[in-house]
């Protein structure tokens, strides 16, 4: 089993960046792929970025690429999602997720077996 508490989420203007994390806890957390989702009001829970158990494949949705980036580091049990260019249409609920039984990027909800609690950033236009 494996714990996931984001932080770093806020308030920012457009154009702006933020860094979230996703700190794990638990056995064995390189054992794991993770993504990241997010929920805005009113709006499914979308996928916008994953990460394979070795950190080697990544995945973007198309609405982020290129804006953001998301790396791991299996020796700190971290998951960080770095934010740049950040657009009002960001606004949302970010969680951090992660998936066991295979090591690709899991981007879909169905792959995910633990979630965290969420962290929201809101962009101001």
């Known amino acids: 089993q494996v714990q996931l508490v984001e932080s770093g989420g806020g308030l920012v203007q457009a154009g702006g960046s933020l860094r979230l994390s996703c700190a794990a806890s638990?056995?064995?957390?390189?054992?794991?792929?993770v993504g990241w989702f997010r929920q805005a009001p009113g709006k499914e829970r979308e996928s916008v970025a994953a990460i394979s158990r070795s950190g080697g494949s990544r995945y973007y949705a198309d609405s982020v690429r290129g804006r953001l980036t998301i790396s791991r580091d299996n020796a700190k049990n971290t998951v960080y999602l770095q934010m740049n260019s950040l657009k009002p249409e960001d606004t949302a609920v970010y969680y951090c997720?992660?998936?066991?039984?295979?090591?690709?990027?899991?981007?879909?909800?169905?792959?995910?077996?633990?979630w965290g609690q969420g962290t929201q950033v809101t962009v101001s236009s």
């Open positions: 997720a992660a998936a066991r039984g295979y090591s690709g990027p899991p981007t879909k909800l169905y792959d995910i077996d633990y």
């Open positions: 638990g056995r064995t957390f390189s054992s794991y792929s």
